[in-house]
Each structure stands twice: as structure tokens, then as C-alpha cells.
């Protein structure tokens, strides 16, 4: 913060309160923060920790709920908190613009995106319909849209996600504000399409010198581009460092185990990672101390006695804890090996599930001699499109899986990356038998899936099994925990009623939770303990092989690591087999034995994980592997630009031969041509490319790949 | 209580009264829920307007299926002599234009009335859901025939349709419940098909299916709890639509002909006569009806919070 630069926000003691029936809440409470022109400030915390609503108080867009109810937002010499509602409009998109989450949703579905990006315009300056049009023109090619002039007069749908945020983008730079407020500006995009957004709101911030909130939940996409760092829980600021210090030296222990549960890419299959117990407090009862004393490894006492103050540290961290990490902790070592001095804590640590610990090379060799329980040979799903009453032959068909083989083995964990829209999440779905291929066959111990008649099918799905993304959308509101977690014994009969409701009582003890819980309806519990629920059910019928689609992308970081040991220990002590979908490399590094990539319905690379993280054969998974943020300021700003450029063409007409060539920055002549098939790169290792990263070996591939002749690859 | 598992409790829920939690009592001993009948019966009585609305709907059906024993007129005869009268000590609520005591009518056209309005909602709705349920569960081909069959009943005019049938079939109550019925089903089928669309999807009903759960048993477990909120509300307006369209048939003479009779057709008879002044032929018959659509439509509203677990207190 050199004197030279232009502070543009200035907020001071801000109090923001949610009127609620049962009582009031702060959801941000004594919040100071600064930011300067063409500075990028991160704010980020657990969902709940007030960054959100804080984002929307500067903006004062809160909820009817919502006030504030102490403090000032100084932007430009004024307090926007005094202001009065139309004087707040013209400060809105003018001053401050914002771009939100989920660009389907905050476009205007029924307007050209042309007249929407032309709208501040026309309401700020009465700029005329014409010169309005002319800037929206400029905006869209400012943000990289392709061939703007023809899209101005598309409509949102039209559109992919990634395209959509960049309308977003170029909607709230219109009237170039002097700060832009970015709420999860990513989170609903692909690592591949996040990159590009990110690079593009950098580029913009420059040549706009723009000063930018940059809120999110990714301590990955933070590391990479913000300059100072603020962390939030619980509705307080609890650190505050210059982005290369906080990830340095962590003082606050909120932000340390925040950072810790992180999982990596670095993380290997065998390791463990930790996870922060409990639940943030529930703001309308705080017992008064530090709020994060009940979750905290560090915590005595004194913590609960009193809410620490924010404090400047000598080494400039603000910090708002009595005893910051590496300080205090450094007089008691061995401090951090310590339980919880306070009993607070609502789960009992050994309720928590704890990931098995494995060796590495025993688990491999085990793996090797399985039998194979998943076997998937030319797998073709094509969905036809109708348009308008669907008769007429001929139609486009949409092509979700091209002619992909694999094989599972028994205990293994077979993770299946790529970007949205790719395929994933029908190959899993026709493993579940939740839906029919085209053609192809799968093999579930050796019974083919598709020849079973529907009573067999019934039978037989009790060893197949759905883990879902969403755990609120998995479980039926209606129904209470015991029932959702008997249905499918009552489904397939097994037992009588009384050996149904034992079988529930032992696995809510397996996944950590009490008994109690048969009582209680699904939305009495936090995301994490459904999730948790969802997998009882799953293990009810006690099934061979899990599907998880997404299994943790819809929880908070320090959830999600809880999950994710859960599913492993639950995997070594019933011999699961899962097949793990997630566009999050680091989380299927985490669980996976073996790694499948998928683009546009193709199997572009297959091996063993370690192998395939290490040595990427194919650009693609090279370039997905490259886009994943890490929480490492010194790593992700050495990146360069985007890996992966572009967007994922069209599935109903891919392109030929290679489908990935027109986004490889290897791409040529010969990629247009032909499909490149199969070569192996390593033990188990394989990838589908004409200028591979890796030099082939003669290994033998992996059961049911076919490859190519040897002759044929030099 | 004793509690055998280990203390973690969720934290999400709010506070909970420890009588209403199952005892576990031996370690061989299971939790098994307390009585779903218990907790609705507690949150529908939480709800006072529906308590009271319960509470008018026992006191109009006693008024009409009781009331006669108490209350005894001649309401076969007509009596010239004393048509028109005001309410006064031999007729507390006047007479009506054929000379019949106005409060024994009343009575007496409560029955149809309460039977004809509560046959139909009932009737009506619960064919409207099953229907609605299979068409939108289906899917496909057999959603297309079933739904486009609703449509051409719907194109139909409504009082066409029952005056052709009432034209038809031999007209008593009974008849007539199935006649108003069968228009009445029409819409909740529509409702009710498309909220199905839309929950088929969801990820508990796939879940289910992944069990292995039928078809049938995904309608009765998972789509019929999650869709009685909406239908449970619709079913009450239709217990009053019933009301109003059995007045309105009554009225073109193809209800059951006199002396039985039923409040819609009293109300259009004090219509009639308002003019005159009898304002004791149309005020006690209006107030009756707008008090059983009232409590009608305020149970339905118990009952979607009874469905409604997130309202439940514990």
C-alpha cells in the first residue's frame, strides 16, 4: 500500500445485522478493510462467515432482513451507508459494480446480451441507443469474446458458463467503475474456464486500474490474485497479511487449519488430510470468547474467557487470537499434537471419521491382483435431439461417450476427471444403471449389466450404488434419518423390522453420528452430516461398488476433507470399490488408485494416479492439471497465462480426429486427420495423443485398452 | 433417558424437548421413531386457526346431520299460508317462499351440501393425484395419451359437461358427487403431474430407484409426501368450487328435486326475494357457506404444515 496509490474503499467498523425471527444476527461484525486503486483484496472463509454479506453491505443490496446497523463504507470521499436510496442507484454499477456466482441466473434471460451489457450505460449517462451499443461492442471484445459483433444479438442460453461470466464481467465494467466486487466470480466454472476468467479479470484490472474485492471460498484462486488477504469467520475478521506473508506464516489458527484442509495435488492416495471439527457457531447463540475456540486444536481456557481483539503483530499480520501460531505455541512445543483443551467441541474426535492409514506400494500390489469387478468395453451413448414435435428421422444426436473401455478392479478407486460436459457424469450414470447405452457393454463381475432382466436388474442393485453431489437434494426433506437410512432394506426385504432398525443403528455409528439421529429430519443437519447420511444409505445394502458423482464439491473445504476420510475408511473396512467423478483433481488425487480423463465423450488418458499426476502424457490432462489453483502464492504466480484455451466444442458435432486439437497448443495437420489411438507411457499408463508429453514405453497396457501397434507410433 | 451412543448431537436443529426422543433403553435395544401420527397431531393442533377451523367443521356437520333430531319442521309440505314470514318464535329464522321453516332447511341442505362439497374435494383429489402421479412418473408415451386425455376433457365446457351427464345418468346425490368429480379431477391431475415432472428428478427419487425401489413405491414413498403440501391446499378450494358448482346446478333444476335442497340453492333463492326484503332467505344460508369454505380451507392449511416438517417444533 505505497502512499502514491489511490485508496478507493474504506471500510470502517462495519456492522451488518439480520433481523430475524428468532432473534438478531451479525452476520459481519466489526469489519474494517481497505483497498486501493487497482489493488486486488481477498476475502475468504467458510460459507456462513459473513464475506458474502459483506460484499453485499458495501453494495447495500442486503436482504429486507438486513441492516446496517453501525460503521462506514467511505468510497470516494462519501459514506455510502447515509446515502439514500436513489443516490445509492446511481453509485451502483457506476462506482461499484458486482459480479455474482452464477451467471445463468443474474443474466436477463429474454434480452440480447448486446442490450444488457449497453443497459448501465444508458441508465447512468442516458448515453444515446447507438454510442450505448458501440461501447457494449468494445466491452465484449474487451472481455475476449469471440467474434462480438455476432454475438451481441445472442441471448443467454446461447451461451456457455464461461462466456456468460464474461458478459457479467462486461456488464459491471461498462461505466468503468473504480471497484469491483467479485462474489465466487468462479466457483461455477471448469479449473480450465476459471483460469481464463481469473487471467481476464487481472488484465482488466490493470488496464482499468481498478480496484477489486475478490471474494471466495478457494485459498488456491486467492494465492494466485489477490494482494492482501483478509480471512473471515464467523462474521470477524480473524487475519489480515499481504497474500505471500499470510500463506507464509500463518498466525491465526482458523486460517492455518483452514489451509491445511485444503487437499492438494501433492497429496498422495496414502496420505491423510486433516479436518477442522465441529460446525462454525450458529451467530444468533455465541457463548462470548473466541468464536473459533470450540473448533480450535490451540484452544485453553482464556479463549472462551474473552473474544480476542484484532491486533497488528510486529511482523504486520492483524490477527484476532490470544495465542497467534508460531509465536505463543513456540514456548509449549509439541502443543499442536494436543487435543482441544476445551470441551466444547461437539463430535467426539474419535467419532470423526479418520482415513485409514495405507502403505503405498502394499496397496498397489494388492490392487494388481484383484479381481476385476467393472468392466466397460466400447461404451457409446448418443442422446437424439428433437426439435419442435420430434418426428422426422435424421436428427442430431448429442455424443456423450464415444467408444470409451476401462476396467475397475475389486477395492479400487477408479477416479474420472474432466471438464463439464465431457461425459463423466453419464459414464457413471450407465455403471449405476441409472441409464442405457447406446451400445458397448458393461460387465459388472462378469454379468453383463444390459441383459439382465428388470427383476435381475432390481436384485442386482444392491451392490451398485449412487453417492450424490448435493446433499440437500439427495435426501427426501420428508422423510426422517431412520427411514432414509432403512428404505432400501424395506426396497429389497431384507431382514425383518426389528434386524432393519439394528442394521441403522450400526451404520449411523459408522459414519459418526448418534443415535438419536433416527428422529430427526435431514434439514436438522449441517451439509457435511448429510452427506455423511447419504453415505449410510449408500452402505445400507451393503454394495460392492459406490458411484459418487461430485461427492464433495457442494461443501466447505473443512467439510469436505471429512468426507473424503470417511469414504476411505469405510473403503478399507468393507472392501468398497468406487468410481469417483469430479472436475477436482486435487480431491481424485486424494482418493484415487487409478485416473481416467475424459474429453468430449473420449478417454483421452488412463493410469495409475501417481504416474498420470506426474508424468501427464496427454496435453489435456497436462493442461486441466496445470489450471488447478494452488494455495501457494510463490507457485501459482509463476504459472503463466491460462493453459487450456477456449471452450469445450459442441458434443452433437465434435470435431475430427483428435477432439481436444482445437484447444492443444500442439495441434496440427495430422490431429485434424486421424484419431490418435492408444499408447502406452508406463505401467498401466496410457493416453490417446499424436505429440504425447511423455515417450512411449513397451509395457503392457492395462486390461481391455487396445493400443496401437508399436510400429505405427514413430 | 439414557444414551448409549457417543454425546455428538446436530447442531443444526433447534432445540429439542428430550420427552419426544425415543429411549434407548438396553444395548441390544434399537431406536425406532417415535409415531409419525404423534408429531402431526401436535403440529396440526400448534396451528389455532386450523384447530378452529376443525372445531366450525364438526359444529356445521352436527348443525345438519344433528340438528333435525333437535329441530323438528315439516319440510316436505308447502304451506302457502305462512310463506315469507320473518324470523320470529315458532320459526327462529322465518320461512321461505313455499312456506317451509327457513332453519330447518338449512339443516336439511347441510347435508347435501357438506356431502356433496367434501365428496368431491376428496374424490377428485385423490384420483387427480394417482392420475397426475402416473402420468408425470411415466414419462414418455404414456404421459402424452393420459395428459392429452385431461386436455380434451378440460376443452370441454364445464356446465356442458355436467348438464349432459345430469341429462344421461339418473340424478341423486351420489351421481352427482361422481358427475362434479369428474370435472373437478381435471386441474389437480395438471397440478399434480407437473410438480411430479419436476420431483422425479430430484436426487432422493433416483437415489430410491437405485435400490431398487418400484415405480409404486417411489409414487407412495417420495412423490406423494413431497407433493401433499400443494395438493392438500388445492383439494380445500375444491371442496368449495364443488359447493358453488352444485348450487349453480341446482339452480338449472338438475340437482335432486325438491324438497331436498342445499345451500347453494337457498342463496339463490334469497337472491331472488332480496328485493322484497327477505333478507333471512339469503344472509343465514351465505354465512353458512362462507363459514365451511373458511374452515375447510384453513384445515387444508394445518395440513400442508403437518407435511411441512421443517415447521415441525421440537
Known sequence: MSEAAKRVLEVEHLRTEFHLRAGTVAAVDDVSLTIDEGECVGLVGESGCGKSTTGLSIMRLLPAVGHITAGKVMLGGRDLVGLSEPQMRAVRGNDVAMIFQDPMTSLNPTTQIGVQVAEPLRIHFGTSRKAAMDRALEMLDLVGIPNPRERMRDYPHQLSGGLRQRVMIAMALTAEPKLLIADEPTTALDVTIQAQILDLLDRLRSELSMAVLLITHDMGVIAGRADRVIVMYAGKIVEAASTPELFGTTRHPYAQALLESVPQLTTSSTDRIPSIPGHPPDLANLSGGCRFAPRCRYAEPACIAAEPPLETLPDGHLVACIHPVGLAQAAGAGAAEQPPAVEVVLEQPESLPQAPVVDAAARRSELADAPLLVEIENLVKEFPIRRGLGIGGGAASLKAISGVSLTIRRGETFGLAGESGCGKTTLGRIVAAHEYPTSGTVRIEGDELLKLSRAELRRHRSDLQLMFQDPYASLDPRMRVGAIIREPLMVQGVGNRRQQWERVAELLNEIGLNRRAVDLYPHEFSGGQRQRIGMARALALSPRLIVADEPVSALDVSIQSQILNLMKRLQSDHGLTYMVISHDLAVLRYLSDTIGVMYLGKLVELGPSASVYANAAHPYTHGLIQAIPIPDPKIERAKRSAPVRGELPSAVNPPSGCRFRTRCPLAQEICAELDPPMQVFGEGHVAACHFPLQSPTDDAPPRGITVAAPAAVS | ?314
Open chain 2, 1 to 314: 433417558m439414557t444414551t448409549q451412543g457417543s454425546p455428538q448431537m446436530p447442531t443444526q436443529g433447534t432445540p429439542q424437548a428430550p420427552t419426544q426422543l425415543p429411549t434407548v433403553v438396553a444395548d441390544s435395544e434399537v431406536a425406532t421413531p417415535t409415531s409419525v401420527w404423534r408429531l402431526a397431531m401436535i403440529t396440526f393442533t400448534e396451528n389455532r386457526l386450523a384447530l378452529i377451523g376443525l372445531i366450525v367443521l364438526v359444529l356445521l356437520i352436527l348443525f345438519s346431520f344433528v340438528g333435525p333430531l333437535v329441530y323438528h319442521t315439516n319440510q316436505v309440505a308447502t304451506n302457502l299460508i305462512n310463506e315469507n314470514l320473518p324470523p320470529s318464535g315458532s320459526h327462529l329464522l322465518g320461512t321461505t317462499p313455499e312456506g317451509r321453516d327457513e332453519l330447518g332447511r338449512l339443516m336439511i341442505g347441510g347435508r347435501s351440501t357438506i356431502e356433496v362439497g367434501l365428496g368431491v374435494g376428496l374424490l377428485a383429489t385423490t384420483f387427480g393425484l394417482v392420475y397426475g402421479a402416473i402420468a408425470g412418473f411415466a414419462g414418455g408415451i404414456v404421459d402424452v395419451v393420459m395428459m392429452r386425455f385431461v386436455d380434451a376433457l378440460l376443452s370441454i365446457p364445464y356446465l356442458f359437461f355436467v348438464v349432459l351427464l345430469a341429462a344421461i345418468v339418473q340424478v341423486n346425490l351420489l351421481m352427482l358427487i361422481l358427475v362434479l368429480s369428474m370435472v373437478s379431477w381435471l386441474s389437480t391431475a395438471r397440478l399434480v403431474r407437473g410438480e411430479t415432472l419436476s420431483l422425479r428428478t430430484r436426487d432422493f427419487v433416483v437415489a430410491s430407484q437405485g435400490f431398487g425401489a418400484r415405480a409404486r413405491q417411489v409414487i407412495a414413498r417420495h412423490i406423494t409426501p413431497n407433493l401433499l403440501g400443494v395438493v392438500v391446499v388445492n383439494g380445500t378450494l375444491k371442496v368449495a368450487d364443488a359447493i358453488l358448482a352444485f348450487a349453480s346446478v341446482a339452480y338449472l333444476g338438475l340437482g335432486p328435486a325438491p324438497p331436498a335442497t342445499n345451500w347453494g340453492e337457498l342463496i339463490s333463492t334469497g337472491i331472488n326475494n332480496l328485493f322484497d326484503g327477505y333478507w333471512w332467505q339469503l344472509w343465514p344460508a351465505g354465512v353458512l357457506i362462507v363459514a365451511i369454505v373458511l374452515a375447510v380451507n384453513v384445515i387444508g392449511d394445518g395440513l400442508s404444515d403437518v407435511v411441512e416438517v421443517r415447521l415441525q417444533k421440537r
